[in-house]
Nanobody, 123 residues
Framework: QVQLVESGGGSVQAGGSLRLSCAGSGFTARFYCMAWFRQAQGKEREGVATINSDSVTNYTDSVKGRFTVSRDNAKNTLYLQMNSLKPEDTAMYYC?????????????????WGQGTQVTVSS
């Protein structure tokens, strides 16, 4: 049974940093695409960053140069380092994975989801 558990969210001021973690179990993460999505209140869930089994990464334009996605295969864990945070980054952040090595950027392409961790950035 695949399980994803996020942690590391919190409240920070604009310009600050946070590091999100997503601990996976029930599967071997290094063989599969893993992704971070976020959903702000009243908005649709959107893709933030992906990393495939070859560790090739992709980012949505609004976070490029500020966020870094990485994985520790030994720990079966996905990370999202978020720097220079802005109020518009405020959202619930979700970890997701799918039964394939390559990544997409659409919500419907992902089968397994964590429960989310809240990130709040104040101005």
């Amino acid at each position: 049974q695949v399980q994803l558990v996020e942690s590391g969210g919190g409240s920070v001021q604009a310009g600050g940093s946070l590091r999100l973690s997503c601990a996976g179990s029930g599967f071997t993460a290094r063989f599969y695409c893993m992704a971070w999505f976020r959903q702000a209140q009243g908005k649709e869930r959107e893709g933030v960053a992906t990393i495939n089994s070859d560790s090739v990464t992709n980012y949505t334009d609004s976070v490029k140069g500020r966020f870094t996605v990485s994985r520790d295969n030994a720990k079966n864990t996905l990370y999202l380092q978020m720097n220079s945070l802005k109020p518009e980054d405020t959202a619930m952040y979700y970890c997701a994975t799918r039964d394939d090595w390559w990544c997409g950027d659409r919500v419907e392409q992902y089968t397994y989801w964590g429960q989310g961790t809240q990130v709040t950035v104040s101005s």
